[in-house]
């Protein structure tokens, strides 16, 4: 059964830093990725990689936030600097053996930013 177990969420003032990890089970995930949905709102792309770490990031992360992953580890990780109110969300990763199968999610794990 696939799997992806995340960790790092937690609560961080304005301005500061967390580092999301997600750990993949099976074979190697040629794209992975993190979502994030805050209250009321659709759930949204925060950032890509592929396996070549090719990326993509959303606007309102780029500079901020840097996605990268570990193959051998089946591991994708983001961190997150400079942290604003509105990066509050649970946040999920995410993950397809390529680009035209199913998409395969964590269970989420919360960022809080307190102002």
């Known amino acids: 059964q696939v799997q992806l177990v995340e960790s790092g969420g937690g609560l961080v003032q304005v301005g500061g830093s967390l580092r999301l990890s997600c750990v993949g089970s099976?074979?190697?995930?040629?794209?992975m990725g993190w979502y994030r949905q805050a209250p009321g709102k659709q759930r949204e792309l925060v950032a890509m990689?592929?396996?070549?770490?090719?990326?993509n990031y959303v606007d309102s992360v780029k500079g901020r936030f840097t996605i990268s992953r570990d193959n051998a580890e089946n591991t994708v990780y983001l961190q997150m600097s400079s942290l604003k109110p509105e990066d509050t969300a649970v946040y999920y990763c995410n993950a397809k053996y390529f680009s035209w199968t199913k998409d395969y999610w964590g269970q989420g794990t919360q960022v809080t930013v307190s102002s």
């Open positions: 990689i592929r396996s070549d770490s090719s990326t």
């Open positions: 099976g074979s190697l995930f040629r794209i």
